[in-house]
């Protein structure tokens, strides 16, 4: 499974480096440690969270999170496949994005959850680009 830097995790949350390394500090979200000393936090863990705080955010009244050229980089939160027809769903800041292809495309980029991606929308098609 795919772990995350605190600075990495943050990216994906929208948030800054500091403020990760807070909640993490504060068991918000489990981290471990690598052979080098790094905190890292595991992908499930990390996509779980960001579910969370996606939940929590909606609540408030914030400052939406914005993306420049309609890209969305989060991280995938859930894979569901069919015979033919797949859907998956991405956790961007705030943002839930469900996105619905074929299988063939979710096996050929090798989406999973917990892995970083990015939906692109345009129109009303919602592109992923495996980051």
């Known amino acids: ?8 995790a943050a990216r994906l949350l929208g948030v800054s480096p ?5 909640w993490a500090d504060a068991g918000r979200v489990a981290t471990h440690r690598d052979d080098s000393g790094r905190r890292l936090i595991d992908g ?11 939940q929590n955010s909606q609540a408030e009244d914030d400052e939406p999170y914005t993306s420049t050229r309609n890209a969305f980089p989060g991280i995938v939160t ?7 027809s797949a859907q998956v769903e991405i956790q961007a ?17 090798g989406l999973q959850v917990g892995m970083r991606a ?5 129109s009303t098609n919602v592109h992923i680009d495996r980051a």
Do not use: C, N, W
């Not at 499930?44 to 996606?54: C, Q, W």
């Open 93 to 109: 800041g705030p943002h839930r994005l469900v996105s619905l292809l074929t299988r063939e495309a979710v096996e050929e980029l």
């Open 1 to 8: 499974m795919q772990s995350y830097t605190i600075g990495q």
């Open 18 to 22: 500091d403020t990760a390394r807070r």
């Open 44 to 54: 499930r863990d990390l996509a779980a969270f960001s579910i969370e705080m996606g």
């Open 78 to 84: 859930a894979v569901k496949l069919g015979d033919v």
């Open 118 to 122: 990015t939906a692109r929308v345009k």
